[in-house]
Structure formats: structure tokens, C-alpha cells
């Protein structure tokens, strides 16, 4: 299931609008982690097709003689592994004391078989974030946002494209309005990628507006878009970028969008007898509101849990 998690994560909470878009899609944990392409099985232990770029099997020990297989079943769709990627998101300099923002966002990644020929691949995101003072004279905020699910539908069997779609709800969980959006939000999420010897190419792009919650608080039309590129070597590193692109259609032109610009690198690895996925990326806010700093720093930390 942690196909994906290589890559992806998103954009920094700042304002209550920007909360909403700000939860991380991080799809390297294997978003569509169930798909078979008709050639390989979901097994433990096994073997790589290095013509074709797809790992059919793994092991759940990454030893030195399976690393790379493992490195390339946790960014394939067609491998069956639950993945609970712990992301950490800096973003500096924030507020008018130049302080960082930071947002953990934990977000178990679990597939489900519906049939023979349809999988669900649910992921559920609860950030838990630290808001440096807006404005003097204003405290800083610490503690939960808004709780995000998304449910991709995604054939078993795939040849070629690998696709999921599905519906994202977020709930009105945040633990103040700093944190996050009073109103609930839902909206379409479509996934789409292809894996090319050692390349995992694709982009996640959804939007959400507000349906229900008080009416005094803002409304949210939210779009978010994350493109994603691996680039897998040997003894598990690999090379990534997984920008997360906002817009608040809500805001004024001038403030409306975040454009990072970056990416960073990554290793399949083993503390103990657990199998970790690890990466550190850093962005530009090349484009970005008032609010948000120029700079991000993404740390994650991704257990592995194959299932068979």
C-alpha cells in the first residue's frame, strides 16, 4: 500500500482558509498500492522485473539483498502494504517574529479489496500543528486541524496508466480557528502515475468547497495539486520532488496561490526489524500568500507494513 510515500506531502497550515489545502496527500506512501497490473503477485517474498521497472514481489525484511526491491514496492501500486507515513513540514521565516510554523501530519494509508476487480486505498490525515504568532500581540497556537479522508477507487488490474478516483471529505476538527476551517468541505480526487524502469511520474489534484458549518465562518473553494517524480538507484536511495500546489479561490488574486519549487532524497532502510521509508525535502515559496514563509523543510518518516 505505501507505493506512493516516496513522494508526497502538502502545503503548510497558515490561516484557517489555508488549512484546509494545507493537509499533506503524501501519495509515495502507495496510494494505489493494491492495483496489479495482470503480471505479478502480492506476495512477501520474491523478485523485480528491472526491464520493465515493476517489483512484483517483496520481502518485509529489507536486508541488503532485497533493499531495492523493497525501495521499488513501496512507490508501486501493485504492491499489497499498509503505510503509516509521520510527515513533519517546517516553514520559516512565519509571523512578524520570522518563527516557523510546523505541522506533523499523520496519515495511515490502508487498502481494502472490494472485489476482483475494484480496490479502496483510504487515507485518513490528522495534522497536528504549531502556529507561531500572526501579529504582535497575538499567542501563538498549538494543536490539531482539520481531519481529512480521502477514498480512492482504483482498478485491481491495470496495463500501463495506473488511476484512482475518489471523493475527499474534511471535518471541522481543528482545535481552534487559527488551525483550521469551521465549515465541512468535500470534493472530487482523481490520482494518476506510470512507472518506467527506475521512474514513478504522476500528480494528485483535487478541490473542495464548503457544504455545511456555521455561517458566520468563511466559506472554502480549495484547490491542490501535486505533481510527484522518483528516481530510484541502487541500495534503496532515491531521488524526489513532490511539490504541493494551493489555490484559495476564495482570496484575492495577489494571495491566492502557493508555488513551491525543490525536492530531495530518500532511502528504503530498516530500523531493527522494521522496514522505513525515509526522505527530506526542501522547497521555495516561489509563489505564496502573505502568510506563508519563503522556505519549507519536509521530513518523513514511513512505516512499512507489507501484508502478505
Not at 501519495?27 to 512484483?56: C, H, K, N, P, Y
Not at 520570522?98 to 479502496?120: G, M, R, S, Y
Request: aromatic letters at 10%.
Amino acid at each position: 500500500m505505501n507505493r506512493l510515500t516516496t513522494t508526497l506531502a502538502l502545503s503548510i497550515i497558515v490561516t484557517p482558509l489555508a488549512a484546509d489545502t494545507s493537509v499533506e496527500l503524501d501519495f509515495a506512501a502507495g496510494i494505489l498500492a493494491l492495483q496489479d497490473d495482470g503480471s505479478a503477485a502480492s506476495t512477501a517474498t520474491g523478485t523485480r522485473d528491472d526491464d520493465e521497472g515493476v517489483v512484483t514481489e517483496y520481502e518485509a525484511d529489507p536486508t541488503a539483498g532485497n533493499t531495492e526491491a523493497l525501495a521499488k514496492a513501496s512507490q508501486n501500486p501493485v504492491a499489497d502494504m499498509i503505510s503509516l507515513p509521520f510527515q513533519n513540514n517546517l516553514t520559516f521565516p512565519t509571523g512578524p517574529n520570522d518563527n516557523a510554523q510546523w505541522v506533523l501530519n499523520v496519515q495511515p494509508v490502508i487498502p481494502i479489496n472490494l472485489t476482483e476487480d475494484i480496490n479502496l486505498i483510504t487515507r485518513t490525515i490528522l495534522p497536528v500543528v504549531n502556529s507561531p504568532s500572526p501579529a504582535s500581540g497575538i499567542s501563538s497556537d498549538f494543536g490539531i486541524g482539520n481531519l481529512q479522508f480521502t477514498g480512492f477507487f482504483s482498478p485491481a488490474k491495470t496495463d500501463g496508466l495506473i488511476w484512482g478516483v475518489g471523493p475527499v471529505l474534511q471535518f471541522p476538527t481543528a482545535s481552534s480557528a487559527r488551525l483550521g476551517s469551521d465549515k465541512w468541505t468535500a470534493g472530487p480526487s482523481l490520482v494518476m502515475l506510470s512507472m518506467n524502469g527506475p521512474w514513478v511520474v504522476g500528480g494528485l489534484v483535487q478541490n473542495v468547497w464548503s457544504y455545511a458549518g456555521p455561517s458566520d465562518a468563511a466559506d472554502v473553494n480549495a484547490f491542490l495539486f501535486q505533481p510527484f517524480v522518483n528516481y530510484n538507484m541502487d541500495k534503496g536511495w532515491y531521488l524526489t520532488t513532490s511539490p504541493v500546489l494551493t489555490a484559495d479561490w476564495e482570496a484575492s488574486s495577489d494571495d491566492r496561490w502557493t508555488i513551491p519549487l525543490g525536492g530531495g532524497i530518500g532511502r528504503i532502510m530498516r530500523l531493527g526489524s522494521q522496514p522505513v521509508n525515509i526522505q527530506l525535502q526542501g522547497f521555495y515559496n516561489a509563489v505564496r500568500p502573505d502568510a506563508v514563509g519563503e522556505w519549507t523543510i519536509r521530513f518523513q518518516i514511513q512505516l512499512l507494513f507489507p501484508t502478505s
